[in-house]
């Protein structure tokens, strides 16, 4: 299994709103495509003063790194990336940390 995890350094004008939109854009993306098993998202909520302004995340499992290169080309994934997710971050691509691995099972 392979663990894709995201974290994103939203603007500070992008309303909860529009966060939660996005956060529920990327779970109906796992629901159509083979090979996404699961999605968990949220804000932010340690008390180490280490986020260097990273204010939410995503951690996204799929079946291999195959699935997630499936994922990664999708039309509808790259239209909502593109036209949603980066206009909503702080400095567009800048504000984005993608960490992926291999999860032994």
Known sequence: MLRHVVLFQFAASTSRETINEIFSGFGALVAKLPGA??????????PEPLDK??????????????ARDAYLAH?????????T??????SGRDSIVVFDY???E
Do not use: C, Q, W
């Open 37 to 46: 098993i699961r999605i968990t998202s949220g804000p932010n909520v340690s």
């Open 53 to 66: 302004g990273f204010t939410h995340g995503f951690v996204m499992d799929f079946e291999s790194a195959a």
């Open 75 to 83: 039309h509808e994934h790259v239209s909502f990336a593109e036209g």
């Open 85 to 90: 997710v980066i206009p909503a971050l702080k």
């Open 102 to 104: 291999e999860v032994a």
